[in-house]
């Protein structure tokens, strides 16, 4: 799932999003609260006409901004007391507002609001997280009231393996409609990150969507597949675009790089992005290097393309039956690189 935060993929229109194969994009709940406002969006037809994409939306909880913005807020049973970082003034996000939001923004997906804690953390604090997420995850299952939307529960528990299990099983005790694995990719290693999802994946129900939050790198989504996980969300590909890097063949590319200002090839001649298809590594070189807007259109355009064209590969090798041979284990020398 491309990240739309503010209801925008930063830098791309929602025709050139639907071109690059995504399927579903997401978008988070503390930002729109604070603009343009939920009644805004509702007021619009809800947030797929607000913003024009026709295809399925899920919206984060507000809860990764408990972790991102720490020294915004404060944390209790209730909820999270935030400062608003664009006039100071206080906002109490608890579970049940920040599901009447997302009821109003009118995602096909809303997350239960739940506490991340940070990595590293005390086996207490991270025990006090997963107490206050498995008790606002009823709140939220109690507040949420509309019968098209889809909410999922979030699972905690740090890199404590006593943890994961309590919250896995006490989440997937709720029979939500799917089940994210939250609190992975904040700094713990990549190791640590996949212990936890071959320790949690099969305790969540097999007949549900299973989402893993924040990870959006080859190896680490094959890994996650090869042990049952179905979806991903990533600001990697958007954000390396708007720094003039491009993924190719599972590397980064720096496309400043002067090696590129005479090369008249496309960047990635197999891929069907419209970066690759009408402009030349040397053109995008120029782009970057004058600090044209279209050069980071161009190259996000084509990370997005890149990592969905991953993602795709891996589901038609399932459908195939060879994804053990081609993406499990996902190293950079395996067939992987020549099968997509």
């Given at each position: 799932?491309?990240?739309?935060?503010?209801?925008?993929?930063?830098?791309?229109?929602?025709?050139?999003?639907?071109?690059?194969?995504?399927?579903?994009?997401?978008?988070?709940?503390?930002?729109?609260?604070?603009?343009?406002?939920?009644?805004?969006?509702?007021?619009?037809?809800?947030?797929?006409?607000?913003?024009?994409?026709?295809?399925?939306?899920?919206?984060?909880?507000?809860?990764?901004?408990?972790?991102?913005?720490?020294?915004?807020?404060?944390?209790?049973?209730?909820?999270?007391?935030?400062?608003?970082?664009?006039?100071?003034?206080?906002?109490?996000?608890?579970?049940?507002?920040?599901?009447?939001?997302?009821?109003?923004?009118?995602?096909?997906?809303?997350?239960?609001?739940?506490?991340?804690?940070?990595?590293?953390?005390?086996?207490?604090?991270?025990?006090?997280?997963?107490?206050?997420?498995?008790?606002?995850?009823?709140?939220?299952?109690?507040?949420?009231?509309r019968d098209d939307q889809a909410l999922f529960g979030i699972v905690q528990g740090g890199c404590f393996p006593?943890?994961?299990?309590?919250?896995?099983?006490?989440?997937?005790?709720?029979?939500?409609?799917?089940?994210?694995?939250?609190?992975?990719?904040?700094?713990?290693?990549?190791?640590?990150?996949?212990?936890?999802?071959?320790?949690?994946?099969?305790?969540?129900?097999?007949?549900?969507?299973?989402?893993?939050?924040?990870?959006?790198?080859l190896r680490e989504m094959a890994v996650a597949v090869a042990n049952g996980i179905d979806m991903f969300d990533?600001?990697?590909?958007?954000?390396?675009?708007?720094?003039?890097?491009?993924?190719?063949?599972?590397?980064?590319?720096?496309?400043?790089?002067?090696?590129?200002?005479?090369?008249?090839?496309?960047?990635?001649?197999?891929?069907?992005?419209?970066?690759?298809?009408?402009?030349?590594?040397?053109?995008?070189?120029?782009?970057?290097?004058?600090?044209?807007?279209?050069?980071?259109?161009?190259?996000?355009?084509?990370?997005?393309?890149?990592?969905?064209?991953?993602?795709?590969?891996?589901?038609?090798?399932?459908?195939?039956?060879?994804?053990?041979?081609?993406?499990?284990?996902?190293?950079?020398?395996?067939?992987?690189?020549?099968?997509?």
């Open positions: 799932m491309p990240v739309g935060t503010l209801g925008t993929v930063k830098g791309v229109t929602t025709s050139q999003l639907a071109e690059t194969g995504a399927q579903m994009v997401l978008s988070n709940t503390y930002h729109l609260h604070l603009q343009p406002g939920e009644e805004i969006v509702a007021d619009a037809g809800g947030l797929h006409r607000f913003m024009g994409w026709d295809g399925p939306m899920l919206t984060d909880s507000g809860g990764f901004q408990v972790f991102s913005l720490g020294d915004l807020n404060r944390i209790d049973d209730e909820g999270v007391d935030f400062r608003n970082p664009r006039n100071g003034s206080r906002i109490l996000l608890t579970p049940e507002r920040s599901m009447q939001i997302q009821m109003r923004l009118g995602a096909d997906v809303a997350m239960a609001f739940d506490q991340c804690p940070p990595y590293p953390a005390t086996e207490n604090d991270v025990a006090e997280a997963c107490r206050r997420t498995h008790a606002w995850l009823g709140r939220c299952a109690d507040a949420h009231q006593h943890l994961r299990d309590l919250s896995a099983r006490t989440v997937a005790d709720f029979n939500l409609p799917g089940i994210a694995i939250g609190g992975v990719s904040v700094g713990e290693p990549v190791e640590e990150m996949h212990q936890i999802v071959r320790q949690v994946t099969p305790l969540l129900p097999a007949d549900r969507p299973r989402y893993l939050m924040g990870i959006g790198t990533c600001v990697l590909p958007t954000r390396l675009g708007r720094h003039g890097t491009a993924l190719v063949g599972g590397e980064r590319w720096n496309l400043r790089n002067a090696r590129f200002r005479h090369d008249h090839t496309p960047l990635d001649a197999s891929c069907p992005c419209i970066a690759c298809r009408h402009h030349t590594r040397a053109y995008l070189n120029h782009l970057i290097r004058s600090e044209e807007l279209l050069g980071l259109t161009l190259l996000s355009i084509h990370n997005l393309t890149h990592l969905i064209r991953f993602t795709t590969a891996m589901g038609q090798a399932i459908r195939d039956g060879c994804f053990s041979e081609d993406f499990a284990p996902w190293e950079p020398s395996s067939r992987a690189h020549h099968t997509w």
